[in-house]
Every structure is written in C-alpha cells, then in structure tokens.
C-alpha cells in the first residue's frame, strides 16, 4: 500500500479502494507528524576490517515506525521527502541521533566510525556545514568518527558545485561514496575529490559467487575496483556480503572493510549494545561463524 510512486513530478501515496474510487492519500503531512511524533528510528549495521575481523563502524539505516503500518523502510519514505525537502529536516536528526550513538558505543569500541547516508537534497543545502559542526560539538564526537556516504550522482553535481566537499573535509568527517559503481560518473572525480572510502555496490557482490555458475568477469570486476580504491589511496569497502564465499573472495582481493547480512544486519540500537556487551568487537571465525547482531 504506502508505496510512494512518482507521478507529474509529485509523490502520493496510493489506495485504491474501489467503492469509493482511488483516494489519493498525501504522505507529507504524515512525515511531517512522524517527525514531531519521534517515529522515526534508526537502525544499525556492523562495518567489519578484513582481515583482522576488527569491528570498524556501523552504518546508520533509516526506518519510519508507523502506529499502523509498522516498520516502513526507507525505499518507501525517502523519494518522497526528497521531493518535498522534509530529507533535509529528517536527514538532520538521523545525523544527530547516530552522532549520540556513535559516542555513547564508543566507550565500549573506541575511534568506532558511524556511517550516514545523505541525501542530494541536504548535500545542496547552504546550513549542511553549519548543522554538521552543531551536531559534533553538541554530541562530542570527533569529526573523523563520521563518515557521509555520498552517492557519485552527488558528487557529479558537486563538480559544478561551490567547494561543498572541500569544506566537509576542513571540518574532518570523513567521505565514502556509496553504491560505487551504478552511477553514470565519470571516474576524474575520484581524482579530484577528497574522498575516504569507495563502498562497492551490492549488486557486484551478490553476482559474485551467487547462486548460478560463477563468472569471472564478475571477479575481475570487483578485484579491479580494489585495486583502483588502493591505487588512489582509499578504503575499499563491499556492500552486501551474503555469503562465506564471497568474503572469502574480498579478503583474497585484500578489501579493506565488509558489510552485509552474513556478518550482522541491521538492528535496533539495543540488540547492537547487547551484541556488543557479548561479543569483545570481533568478527568471531572471520565471520564464518554465527551471523549476528
Ligand atoms: P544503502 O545506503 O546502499 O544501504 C544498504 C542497504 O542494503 C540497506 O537497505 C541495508 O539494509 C541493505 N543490506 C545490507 N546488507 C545487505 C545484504 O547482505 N544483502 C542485501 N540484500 N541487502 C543488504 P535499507 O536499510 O532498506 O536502505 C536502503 C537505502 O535507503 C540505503 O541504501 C540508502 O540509500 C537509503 N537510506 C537509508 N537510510 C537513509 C538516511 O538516513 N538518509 C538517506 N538520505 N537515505 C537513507
Ligand atoms: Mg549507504
Ligand atoms: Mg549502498
Ligand atoms: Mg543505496
């Protein structure tokens, strides 16, 4: 049902109820109260080092808690507040709220990188500078402990744009583009931009000693992308880790960090204190272990 669809440039929600005809239902004043009602959460991903297994981060991952609906993932929420500009507001306090966890974790797992995705919208906006220095100095975490994952569409744009980029890294949080591989880019702005971490997208990963027979070009691909990460002196990271044969593969090709349901999912902020209260901040087995959280 609440599956935002683009239609004449809007986004409305649709239910189609068919004696009374399809009624159109706006989702904005709906996100617009989520906000105040604090229904918003966040859940978090474990980033993991290979080879060392060493717990490096999480990612902060956006969910609406609907009374009604449930859990609305992100796919079906964030279109909309891109087109209305609510991103910029919600965006604002995922920054905030992972920012205080990312401090109060890193008592247990010091220097521990929390991860935000940003959104074109917030990327544009002339107080993102401003709002990020409120949020460190408010929360206390040290600029290097956050990383804005950016998507190369952004960064395309930031080419044009007005030093954006520049002045994030004069701040001291760290850049990942994420989904690297699905954009249309061209690759000079990795050359040209003060990026930290390519963040290979899943899609690679997962036709990677998938379910059919394995193809090596999907290999030759991946190991490429590692390679070029290193060249330019970055952090390789691999999205969507499913299975032991896949790390097995990304630690071979010396990936830097790995990511994905094999290794932990996403979770509320609880189950991952717990975990981390059990678990002393290691990928147990190399992951080849328990999954967890
Ligand atoms: P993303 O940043 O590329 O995040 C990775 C997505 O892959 C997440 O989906 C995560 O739950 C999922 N994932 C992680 N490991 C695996 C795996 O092993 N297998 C598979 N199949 N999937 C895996 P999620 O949480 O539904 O988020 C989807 C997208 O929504 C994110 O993609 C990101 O682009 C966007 N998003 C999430 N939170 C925020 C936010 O706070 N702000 C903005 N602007 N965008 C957000
Ligand atoms: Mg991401
Ligand atoms: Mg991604
Ligand atoms: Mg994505």
């Not at 609305?72 to 087109?83: G, Y």
């Amino acid at each position: 049902m609440y599956r935002a669809k683009r239609r004449g440039g809007g986004v409305s929600v649709y239910t189609p109820d068919p004696s009374r005809g399809p009624s159109v239902v706006t989702l904005e004043s709906a996100l617009n109260r989520a906000l105040e009602r604090e229904e918003f959460i966040l859940h978090y991903q474990p980033q993991f080092d290979v080879p060392s297994g060493r717990l490096r981060g999480m990612e902060a991952l956006l969910r609406w808690q609907h009374p009604e609906l449930g859990l609305v993932p992100p796919s079906d929420f964030i279109p909309l507040a891109e087109v209305t500009g609510l991103i910029v507001p919600i965006g604002r306090w995922v920054i905030g709220e992972a920012a205080r966890q990312a401090v109060a974790w890193s008592r247990r797992s010091p220097g521990l990188t929390m991860a935000v995705n940003l959104s074109a919208r917030q990327f544009e906006q002339p107080d993102l500078i401003g709002d990020l220095r409120n949020i460190l100095q408010a929360s206390g975490l040290p600029a290097a402990q956050l990383e804005l994952e950016l998507t190369e569409t952004m960064l395309m744009q930031a080419v044009e744009a007005t030093g954006t980029l520049e002045r994030l890294k004069d701040l001291g949080v760290r850049l990942a583009v994420d989904d690297f591989g699905t954009g249309y880019s061209n690759l000079a702005y990795l050359k040209h931009f003060p990026i930290d971490t390519l963040k290979i997208d899943q899609s690679f990963i997962q036709s990677l000693a998938g379910a059919g027979p394995n193809d090596p070009r999907d290999e030759a691909l991946i190991s490429a992308v590692i390679q070029l990460g290193h060249a330019l002196n970055l952090k390789v990271l691999a999205e969507g880790v499913e299975q032991p044969a896949q790390l097995a593969f990304l630690e071979a090709q010396q990936c830097d960090q790995v990511q994905g349901y094999l290794l932990g999912r996403p979770a509320p902020a609880g189950s991952i204190s717990a975990w981390l209260a059990a678990e002393p901040s290691r990928l147990a087995d190399g992951g080849r272990g328990t999954p967890h959280p």
